[in-house]
């Protein structure tokens, strides 16, 4: 057996505890049909020394929850597993930059579609007011540009005042009914090759799409029209070396695809709505071993 790293949480985080050993389980259990085993290990253990991480011939960081609450360690993190030239895939310097959602406006500037979207340093009142009349919305979404799961993610009415706002660089975008009508689309790609798509729905009365509440997602047997081109121009536009890729989109007032997130980091793979579990994954890691 050929073993390889993969990178969990930090310890000292308890809110993932009883999650994502499950998730190491899925993703060992498909990596034994190629003749690899995996050694999980924290990331936040080799922060300022890689010497823990050179001597594996890869290293997936498939499972660093977390990071976005503490991105400052993170960018050390990832400086430090480049100068080292970690084995690193996703690459340590793509999992940097996708860790922050400015990535998005550069991905607009090599004309990928994305929401209408207004860049803040700290969101204010003014700020959400000014989106409101730009957009000519009656609902805005607010969030973070360092983010996961939904985290510090709020809708917001026109006429409700902002509470609770993401401290920091933010993002504001209008609401897109779709999400509930029609839902969130994920293109899974291993090596390069489209391997399934996946369906997301949020619950009645909720916008955020993630299980944690209560979202639902179903496998379609191919994508949506025009969704795939969507996703070959973002990642033609992002032209990185990359293992694997989900790409989230959902459909604009138009009916056209706006691209979401490029997730690289620590995407969940739905491999249970995968052709054949997790063979096509196993199947890129050995094809890079």
Not at 16 to 35: C, D, I, N
Not at 166 to 178: C, E, K, R, T
Request: some cysteine.
């Amino acid at each position: 057996m050929t073993r390889i790293a993969v990178l969990t949480p930090d310890p000292a985080d308890a809110s993932y505890a009883g999650q994502w050993p499950g998730v190491l389980e899925r993703l060992a259990e498909a990596l034994a049909t190629v003749g690899v085993a995996v050694e999980p290990t924290p990331w936040t253990d080799h922060v300022g020394d890689a010497s823990g991480l050179t001597g594996f011939p890869l290293v997936l960081p498939l499972i660093v929850w977390g990071y976005h609450r503490d991105h400052a360690r993170w960018m050390r993190a990832c400086e430090t597993w480049a100068a080292a030239d970690v084995r690193m895939l996703n690459p340590a310097e793509v999992i940097a930059w996708n860790s922050d959602k400015a990535y998005l406006g550069r991905l607009a500037d090599r004309d990928v579609a994305i929401p209408e979207t207004v860049w803040v340093e700290g969101v204010s009142q003014a700020d959400v007011d000014a989106a409101f009349d730009r957009f000519g919305s009656e609902v805005l979404i607010v969030k973070p540009r360092v983010s996961g799961g939904a985290w510090k993610t709020l809708r917001l009415s026109r006429g409700e005042r902002l509470a609770d706002a993401p401290d920091g660089p933010a993002m504001i975008q209008p609401y897109l009914p779709s999400i509930e009508t029609e839902g969130e689309t994920s293109l899974l790609f291993f090596g390069g090759a489209l391997s399934h798509v996946v369906n997301k729905r949020p619950v009645a009365g909720e916008f955020r799409i993630q299980v944690q509440f209560g979202g639902q997602y179903a496998a379609l047997p191919r994508p949506p029209a025009g969704a795939l081109a969507l996703a070959e121009r973002t990642l033609a536009a992002i032209d990185e070396d990359l293992l694997y890729a989900r790409i989230d989109m959902a459909q604009g007032p138009d009916g056209g695809w706006l691209l979401m997130e490029a997730e690289l980091i620590e995407p969940d793979f739905y491999l249970g709505s995968a052709p054949e579990g997790g063979a096509r994954l196993a199947e890129a890691v050995k094809a890079r071993l």
